[in-house]
């Protein structure tokens, strides 16, 4: 799970000038993800993990 957290939320993938396509498919990515673990889409690096930092971390990805 951090893999694609960390991977998803790295802003040098979306670097330069990225289509409309590839953001919506960036964020397709989150939601598919979310959709597999559900209540578990937890990033496990946070001292006390807690699923709404997580949320919290990539909504704010995805409104940058």
Known sequence: M???????TDKSL???NP???AVAFHASL???IAKSFKIN???SLDK???R???YERVLNF???
């Open 48 to 50: 006390l993990p807690n």
């Open 62 to 64: 995805l409104i940058s």
């Open 2 to 8: 951090r893999i694609f957290i960390g991977a998803l």
């Open 14 to 16: 979306l670097t330069g």
């Open 52 to 54: 709404d930092k997580t």
């Open 19 to 21: 289509t409309a396509m």
């Open 41 to 43: 889409f937890i990033d």
């Open 30 to 32: 989150f939601g598919q």
